[in-house]
């Protein structure tokens, strides 16, 4: 089985600062993509940022130039740095990983984590 652990939630105010960290572990054999989420309240899951294995990234326009995704692909390990926060951005963060098992071939499935709370208010 495969499990993704989250850190690095909390409160944080306005223009402070937060990172989060997302550590896989399991019978892994390929890690595609890693990447993290996020759902408010009444609102639908959104993507924040995602990171290929590649190197290849993609962000939300409304995280554009605040926020960084990182990988340790050795430790199958991904970061996000949060910079200049807005109360927009309070949801709780997913950490989502693409991922094959070993024994599985190329099937490719979707894990995720188990959430961290981000609050930003002042």
């Known amino acids: 089985q495969v499990q993704l652990v989250e850190s690095g939630g909390g409160l944080v105010q306005p223009g402070g600062s937060l990172r989060l960290s997302c550590a896989a572990s399991?019978?892994?054999?390929?890690?595609?993509?890693m990447g993290w989420y996020r759902q408010a309240p009444g609102k639908q899951r959104e993507l924040v940022a995602t990171r290929t294995s590649g190197g290849t990234t993609d962000y939300r326009d409304s995280v554009k130039g605040r926020f960084t995704i990182s990988r340790d692909n050795a430790k199958n390990t991904v970061y996000l740095q949060m910079n200049s926060l807005e109360p927009e951005d309070t949801a709780v963060y997913y950490c989502q990983a693409t991922l094959i098992l070993r024994g599985e071939g190329l099937l490719a499935r979707d894990y995720w984590g188990q959430g961290a709370q981000v609050t930003v208010s002042s």
């Open positions: 399991g019978n892994i054999f390929r890690i595609n993509a």
